[in-house]
């Protein structure tokens, strides 16, 4: 028997059913150890040893291969032909040998693809593993641990709020924070624009002012209204003749076939994918079989896939379609590593694939894969100028005519920003000496606009053209700076948020080398050094530890109230512009007398008055240039209960309203759906929670309030939202129990993703009625009927599950009946009297697993030190998340 090992389930079934009964075919599951998210795990002090450890959830799958592993003649590793599939199979086999089950012979084989024709020649064409790429691998983890391990506890005790920074993330975070800076440093310019509206023949066309009293013009040479309406006033009197007309051919040649980041760009640009969207799909269409690996920075098509290609456009178009000669094309990108094809369908036969997602994805693919194979355009671009009589004013008319599509009768690439100025617009023929009628001048005022936010696709592309980071991890690294709240999306485009805006300033100030645009892509050259053998991965941890581990140490040593006064200064011309009357920017707007400055608290950074505590001006980090939010507070009224005042105020975390003063004030947020705060809302915001009346099941009170996620409804522990602060105090008990009984079903419960959308609906259960919805849960997707959830099997993608699946599955699970947990609640009670007799035995139960092996088997009596062993585990997942 040969033991084959790839990543996933659904690729392994598939690969079993094309090489036969004598391979079995196991699913790592991706990677099966990685480095324990702790302290040490690895040591330069020891040659950057590294300590790694099985994942918890991979323990039956490495049994199931170990178990395999032991009858087998070969062991053909199968994984992803890049850097990480070589990874995945070095970590299997160290593994196996550790475990003394390693067979004799290990080869390693690659595909592009997961067709019957590539995965059997593949397996003909085996090699050895690639030490450089596990080196590269190597190299490349440890660095990003180091990195993240070392740098996130000085965020952690220097600048609070922070949870962590990455060595690829944190220059993605930078470019955003930068694009913000030139924005509000953006001082904008006012232009006009003349222009006539004139016909010819019974065409209508608009020719723009180029020269006006005898000067060329630019786009900026009319400035203010004055010129413009003199302008149009020459434009409205002058008789205009055809000058010249030029015409020229241009062509435009098709783009080549998709690499990652392309893929990503042009997803994110025609369907709004985000990133990890993209690579999302286009997995699951590489494992079905439909494309040709999606991981890559070449942009070339085997020769056979080429040859297909064109074939496919032979019996689409007529010849004129096809160029006489295959095009070729070569990467551009820096730092491009990877000898793979670019992605691709494929069988160019097959022009749609699966329905959704991946049949938009596919559609693109193919359509771009077979664009890059066509004839080049044929356009042809006209120019008409005209002049007045006097010469001294001249109009000029722009138009292009397709006259052959070519490529683009099947493709045309999408743009991020498109440009105002340009014209596509049709033209009617005219000649030297003709004066087409003059309908309308305008004369247009405008101004000139900042550079653009990064867009998803715009950020990939500025990440690639910096050499920074590998298109492959770009996904991954966006998701990590929206997950850590440092930006926001808005229309697709991001913002840099306050904490991220802060963390990059502190980055800049005391770790300026390490988020350089220069330094960053210099280490990707250094890896891919690593990958082609031509340096040694140690000698590059040692250059970069020698430096970067002192810069720490010194940053963390300092105080933190040096680090704030360093932030203070270098963030001076953002917090504290200069103010149009000339006066100072750091004079406290509420004493008239302290100077403002940024301090440090608990929750991060603010802006305070430094007679504190005489003076409580505050304003958030985020408000620069003296608003006065932090001003005087404003009395609403008086409370007709107590008789004390209610007062709104001002803190570094907005604004609230406060009833009384000390330790027993009351104290509630003002939500922002509020547009008149008045003295009868104060009352009602400080009367929550709004207790609404027993539930008619259970006779346990039904509550709403006002929490961080905003308006919801409480009741037994489960949660609803609710749409706005008007709900709150207006929800009766008819809707309020609706409501929840809706969130218990999946449909809007309180940090639920399935209320958002269901990842499809299936129609309606043929037993109970109720619509079969698949949902995203907290322990993975499952299927409902809004009276039973059934977890989804772990090979089964939610996006291909069938109705008929999910009524098997709804079914299965019904038959089952409640929960075994729920009919044990009494044995839980007895043990929990005896726990304390036990606390010697759960201490010895928290040692450290080596990961390695399974656990050795645990008797059923110890629950207690299972559930130590978890709450040990905590700190080190807050430590994992810091690394990444």
């Keep these: 028997m040969q033991l084959v090992i790839v990543e996933s389930p659904a690729k392994a079934k598939t690969i079993e059913k094309y090489l036969g009964k004598d391979y079995k075919v196991l699913a790592s599951y991706g990677h099966v150890r990685d480095l324990p998210p702790k302290d040490g795990s690895v040591r330069p002090d020891e040659g950057f040893e590294m300590d790694w450890e099985l994942y918890g959830d991979k323990q039956k799958q490495v049994k199931a291969i170990a178990d395999a592993a032991k009858g087998a003649d070969r062991l053909i590793l199968a994984t992803d032909p890049d850097r990480e599939g070589e990874a995945i199979s070095w970590h299997v086999r160290e593994l196996l040998a550790k475990r003394r089950v390693l067979p004799k012979d290990v080869q390693r084989v690659t595909f592009n693809a997961i067709t019957k024709e590539t995965v059997t020649k593949a397996m003909t064409q085996p090699r050895e593993l690639d030490q450089d790429l596990i080196d590269a691998y190597l190299a490349r983890r440890a660095l990003d641990y180091l990195f993240g391990f070392t740098l996130s506890p000085v965020l952690w005790r220097k600048l609070p709020g922070a949870k962590s920074a990455g060595r690829v993330q944190s220059v993605a975070l930078r470019l955003i924070v930068d694009r913000e800076r030139e924005i509000e440093a953006f001082k904008p310019q006012e232009y006009w624009s ?328 210099g280490m990707e050259d250094e890896l891919d050094n690593v990958s082609g053998g031509r340096q040694e991965w140690k000698a590059l941890l040692e250059a970069f530890w020698r430096d970067f581990k002192p810069k720490s140490d010194e940053v963390m040593e300092k105080k933190p109230s040096e680090v704030t006064e360093a932030l203070d200064e270098f963030l001076s011309d953002y917090l504290f512009p200069p103010k149009a009357d000339g006066t100072d920017p750091r004079l406290c707007p509420k004493c008239g007398e302290g100077r403002l400055s940024l301090r440090g608290g608990r929750y991060g950074a603010f802006v305070a008055c430094s007679n504190y505590p005489e003076c409580k001006f505050t304003r958030k980090f985020a408000q620069p240039g003296g608003s006065a939010e932090g001003g005087d507070d404003e009395v609403l009224g008086h409370d007709p209960e107590t008789g004390l005042e ?51 099941e259970t006779g346990n009170d039904i509550t709403a309030s006002i929490g961080r996620y905003g308006p919801y409804l409480a009741h037994n522990g489960k949660y609803a939202r609710l749409r ?123 040692a450290k697993d080596d990961g390695e092996k399974p656990a050795a088997a645990k008797k059923p009596a110890a629950k207690k030190p299972a559930a130590k062993k978890t709450a040990a585990k905590a700190p080190a997942k807050a430590k994992k998340e810091a690394a990444e």
């Design 194 to 521: 003349v222009a006539a509206q004139m016909a010819h023949d019974g065409t209508d066309f608009t020719a723009k002012l180029v020269a006006f009293e005898g000067k060329k013009l630019d786009r900026l040479s009319i400035g203010e209204e004055g010129t413009a309406m003199r302008a149009k006033a020459a434009v409205e009197s002058g008789a205009f003749k055809v000058e010249s007309v030029e015409t020229k051919p241009h062509k435009r040649n098709p783009q080549p076939p998709f690499t990652t980041s392309t893929l990503q760009q042009e997803a994110a640009r025609k369907l709004g994918f985000s990133a990890s969207q993209t690579m999302r799909v286009a997995q699951t269409l590489y494992e079905a079989g439909a494309i040709t690996y999606m991981r890559t920075d070449g942009v070339q098509m085997d020769p056979s896939a080429i040859s297909a290609a064109r074939a496919a456009i032979t019996d689409r178009f007529s010849g004129h379609y096809l160029p006489e000669q295959p095009r070729i094309y070569q990467t551009k990108a820096k730092n491009a590593q990877e000898a793979h094809e670019a992605i691709r369908p494929t069988e160019f036969t097959r022009d749609r694939f699966g329905s959704g997602d991946e049949a938009r994805l596919y559609d693109l693919i193919f359509k771009r894969a077979m664009a890059s194979q066509m004839a080049s355009a044929a356009l042809e671009r006209t120019t008409v100028t005209l002049r007045d009589g006097t010469g001294q004013h001249e109009l000029r008319a722009s138009g292009q005519v397709v006259k052959f599509p070519g490529f683009l009768a099947v493709y045309e690439e999408g743009q991020d920003n498109k440009s105002d100025d340009e014209d596509g617009g049709l033209l009617p023929f005219m000649k030297s000496g003709d004066m087409p009628a003059k309908k309308d001048v305008t004369a247009e005022q405008h101004f000139t606009q900042p550079p653009p936010r990064f867009s998803e696709a715009s950020l990939v592309k500025r990440l690639e053209e910096l050499g920074i980071g590998r298109p492959s991890t770009y996904a991954a690294t966006i998701q990590v700076i929206k997950d850590r709240n440092y930006v926001r999306t808005e229309k697709n485009r991001f913002f840099a948020e306050e904490s991220g805006r802060l963390l990059t300033s502190f980055l800049e100030r005391f770790f300026q080398r390490y988020v350089a645009y220069d330094f960053t892509a």
């Design 646 to 696: 209610i007062v709104r105020r001002t803190g570094r975390f907005g604004p609230y309203i406060q009833l009384g003063e000390g330790k027993e004030a009351k104290r509630a947020s003002i939500p922002k759906d509020i547009d008149e705060l008045t003295l009868e809302w104060g009352i009602k915001l400080l009367s929550l929670p709004r207790t609404i009346g027993p539930h008619p």
């Design 724 to 846: 706005s602060t008007a709900e709150v105090f207006e929800t009766g008990m008819n809707m309020a129990v609706t409501k929840l009984a809706e969130a218990a079903a999946g449909a809007g419960a309180r940090g639920s993703r399935a209320a958002a959308e269901p990842i499809k609906v299936l129609g309606a259960h043929p037993t109970s009625g109720g619509e079969i919805k698949v949902l995203a849960g907290r322990y993975g997707p499952y299927v409902t009927d809004g009276t039973t959830n059934a977890t989804l099997p772990r090979d089964q993608k939610p996006e291909d599950l069938t109705a008929e699946q999910a009524i098997v599955l709804i079914d299965e699970k019904a038959a089952k009946g409640p929960a075994k947990g729920k009919k044990k609640a009494a044995p839980k009670k007895a043990a929990a009297k005896k726990a304390p007799a036990k606390k010697a035995p759960a201490k010895k139960a928290a």
